[in-house]
């Protein structure tokens, strides 16, 4: 019944900005309830963390890649999820994924329950 979908991918020039976005819909209090995060998996590599925002959007935690360029938040009265890209290099190229879980630790340490289909992120030389 939950479903994550992104958007907000493209081709960029490294140096450049993206935001992704992304829509929780379900239940009721499902996206209130919910740990949102978003993973990253590059051709040839495994998935891996990104950033999670708590349920209250209270607090962050950030891959260390990625710590001064990047920037989650969510808006829980629009039930979606942002992830503010800047500064990007050509290794942040993959296909990013939406994900939720019952909780912040959850979702780091255990895996997401849900996940978004993915969007493609390009970043150029």
């Known amino acids: 019944q939950v479903q994550l979908a992104e958007s907000g991918g493209g081709l960029v020039q490294a140096g450049g900005s993206l935001r992704l976005s992304c829509t929780c819909t379900?239940?009721?209090?499902?996206?209130?309830?919910?740990?949102m995060g978003w993973f990253r998996q590059a051709p040839g590599k495994e998935r891996t963390f990104v950033s999670v925002?708590?349920?209250?959007?209270?607090?962050?935690y950030y891959a260390d890649s990625v710590k001064g360029r990047f920037i989650i938040s969510r808006d829980n009265a629009k039930n979606t999820v942002y992830l503010q890209m800047n500064s990007l290099r050509p290794e942040d190229t993959a296909v990013y994924f939406c994900?939720?879980?019952?909780?912040?630790?959850?979702?780091?340490?255990?895996?997401?329950?849900?996940w978004g289909q993915g969007t493609q992120v390009t970043v150029s030389p």
């Open positions: 994900a939720a879980a019952r909780d912040s630790v959850v979702l780091i340490t255990k895996g997401p329950d849900y």
């Open positions: 379900g239940p009721g209090q499902t996206f209130d309830n919910a740990a």
């Open positions: 925002i708590n349920r209250s959007g209270s607090t962050d």
